[in-house]
């Protein structure tokens, strides 16, 4: 059995994203980026949902070289991230320029992690992360580990909403 996945371009990104939000969860599996990503003007459809979570290893490390996801542009009411929901590790990584915009649980890499979610060695620069509840630069929402991670140039904001219950939020916001 293969345990390992190598995504080189946007197609296969998607592809990937598209594998795990229909059940694929990866778990025991490493997944390397191979080439630096540039993500386009569209917007991105988080990997995992609260179905499927991703549950393997993403790493952008491979052949010694960390590799780059650079404009990730995420619009959704969901969890928003690169990952939606995450279970796994995410490692080794940067992502410049994201602009990352949603309700509850957002964040550049993951909108939400539960229970064996680990970021590690993870940069984000140059990111604009908003949403209303549960708000942060690397995760939004997070029962899990970072290790090794910074943020830098970006600005990380939760507005206040008033919902139909009259709650109004606009708080729980991080680095």
Known sequence: IDTDT?????????IFATLVNGGESFSGKNVYLTEDIEMGDSDW????????????TFDGKYDEI???IFKLKVNTDLPAGLFGWLN???????????????????????????????????????????????VGGIAGYAYGKFVGCAISDSEIKAEPRMTNNGYDDGDKVGG
């Open 66 to 68: 960390e590799h780059t």
């Open 88 to 134: 796994g590790t995410v490692k080794n990584l940067t992502v410049d320029g994201a602009e990352i915009t949603g309700v509850s649980c957002v964040g550049t890499i993951a909108g939400k992690i539960h229970n064996t979610g680990l970021i590690e060695k993870v940069t984000v620069t140059n990111a604009n992360v908003y949403g209303n509840h549960y």
């Open 45 to 56: 459809t988080p990997i995992g949902n609260e179905n499927y979570a991703f549950k393997g």
């Open 6 to 14: 190598f995504i080189s371009d946007y197609e296969e990104l998607k």
